[in-house]
């Protein structure tokens, strides 16, 4: 096995979270963000679907979600920039007796709301939410969506049964919402304890006509929303492009000048309110960027347009595609943008996707990528 | 008295042993198992699930035969049986 390379992390240097599917690896630049530096691989041969940082209460711990077929799945932190990670005796993330499922894989990792700073969340396939309110050290299954009627009609969709979205409301800890694949968008007004499909609005492709919006069962790809404006959401799902101005009750096709609204992909811009980044992929039967070429398209004004953001992008013979957990911002300003591919590229914006560097050409294919100032 | 054999990423929680020796004479792979957790809890949750399940791409040989081919976790055992836990060929 490779022994993992290091990182001296310093106050204020950018740190980017890079789950593949073979190992973690951890990028740092300074504040300037212009060059960048690599250390990993952590876990190697593990797929690494979701990271996560938590600076919570003055911590500095990494987590990562680490999948095996062989194996099983496991939480893993590290509270000294990946030198050293935790690997305990028991897995902690476990369906409870009296439940029938079992865990097959790991898919999400959330801090809590910021009046609940020991609180995190965990998304799982089977699609399950687990929620630590001890800083991880141990996890319990929410059973308010596990015990959901409409639990037993979810369908799994390419890449499973998966619960792989979670949005907590950073100003109200009794707001979480949650994507499910395929389930739909669900939404919890107490804190987890009662859930409630959210979904009007939105097409099941898949479905037949006479059925296309249903009550759920949609296939959501991921959901994004501003923390200071929380009645305003962005939903990508399979085919369709979403938002909501009332936390999710109902959905408006906002698929203005898209060359698809078929992705996977989707943030936030945490400086601008209205602003949202997505990467557009071609079809569900060839889910690649279309006409080869990669772009990331941005909306400024809530979906009304979206432009393409391509300087520094190959723009030819480009096929790639970035998964749902794939692009990310920093905190910066202007914004830092960075997504990951899963020919292992990893791109980078340090000014709100106007111009773009290459970051990493050749690693394993990328998941999952965070990225956060330390 | 049964022998399990163990190797590679196992015996990260054996202590780098690769051969566990078992006192107990188990009637059955399931009852080796729960001996073997005893003696090594950490083996539990990497080779089965939270419901007991053998993981899907893990192997288990009892004198060499797959239980797959035998009655699974229920296969019997007798003294001097050597069980082995092999991780299956998959994966790309």
């Known amino acids: 096995m490779p022994k993992p390379q290091h990182l001296d992390v310093r106050s204020g240097d950018i740190l980017l979270l890079v789950g593949t599917m073979k190992g973690a690896f951890l990028i740092k630049s300074d504040g300037g963000r212009a060059t960048w530096t690599v250390a990993g691989p952590y876990f190697p041969g593990r797929a690494i679907y979701a990271m996560a940082f938590d600076n919570r209460r003055d911590r500095h711990r990494l987590w990562a979600a680490v999948n095996s077929p062989f194996w099983g799945s496991y939480l893993s932190s590290s509270d000294d920039f990946g030198r050293q990670w935790t690997e305990s005796e028991t897995y902690s993330v476990k369906f409870p007796e009296g439940t029938e499922s079992s865990l097959k894989q790991i898919w999400q990792i959330v801090p809590g709301a910021t009046d609940q700073p020991d609180t995190l969340f965990c998304g799982v396939e089977p699609a399950a939410l687990f929620r630590s309110d001890d800083a991880g050290a141990s996890w319990s299954l929410v059973r308010g969506l596990y015990d959901h009627p409409h639990r037993t009609k979810w369908m799994p969709g390419g890449g499973g049964l998966c619960l792989h979205t979670i949005l907590p409301d950073r100003s109200n800890a009794q707001h979480i919402h949650v994507a499910i694949s395929s389930g739909g968008h669900y939404r919890s007004d107490d804190g987890g304890a009662t859930w409630q499909a959210r979904n009007v609005g939105v097409r099941a492709e898949f479905l037949p006509p006479e059925n296309r919006f249903p009550e759920f069962g949609q296939c959501v790809h991921k959901i994004a929303c501003h923390p200071s404006q929380p009645t ?29 609204d078929f992705g996977f992909a989707m943030v936030s811009d945490p400086n601008r309110q209205d602003t949202v980044y997505i990467v557009p992929l071609e079809s569900d039967e060839f889910r690649c960027t279309p006409e080869a070429r990669l772009r990331v398209y941005r909306t400024t004004n809530a979906g009304a347009s979206w432009e393409a953001l391509t300087r520094g992008l190959p723009q030819e013979q480009a096929f790639e595609t970035v998964l749902r957990d794939g ?11 960075y997504f990951g591919t899963r ?17 990493m050409e050749a690693l394993p294919p990328v998941v999952c990528v965070k990225a956060t100032r330390v | 008295m049964i022998t399990v054999l163990v190797s590679g990423f196992l015996t990260d929680f054996t202590g780098g042993a690769r051969t566990i020796e078992l006192d107990a004479t188990p009637a059955s792979v399931q009852d080796a198992l729960t001996c073997l957790w005893t003696r090594h809890l950490a083996l539990r949750d990497r080779v089965v699930t939270e419901r007991g399940e053998l993981r899907p791409h893990i192997g288990l040989f009892v004198n060499g035969d797959h239980i797959r081919h035998l009655h699974g976790l229920e296969t019997a055992m007798k003294a001097g049986d050597e069980l082995t836990i092999l991780p299956a060929i998959s994966g790309g």
């Not at chain 1, 979403?242 to 906002?254: A, E, F, H, M, N």
């Not at chain 1, 692009?327 to 943008?337: E, H, N, S, Y």
Request: glycine share 12%; no cysteine.
């Open chain 1, 327 to 337: 692009l990310t911002t920093d905190a910066m300003t202007p914004t830092g943008i």
């Open chain 1, 343 to 359: 020919s292992g590229k990893v791109f980078g914006s340090h000014d709100a996707g106007e111009s773009w560097t290459s970051i």
């Open chain 1, 232 to 260: 305003r959401m962005f939903l990508q799902n399979h085919w369709g492009l979403y938002r909501s101005d009332d936390r999710g009750d109902s959905w408006q096709d906002i698929a203005n000048g898209v060359p698809s």
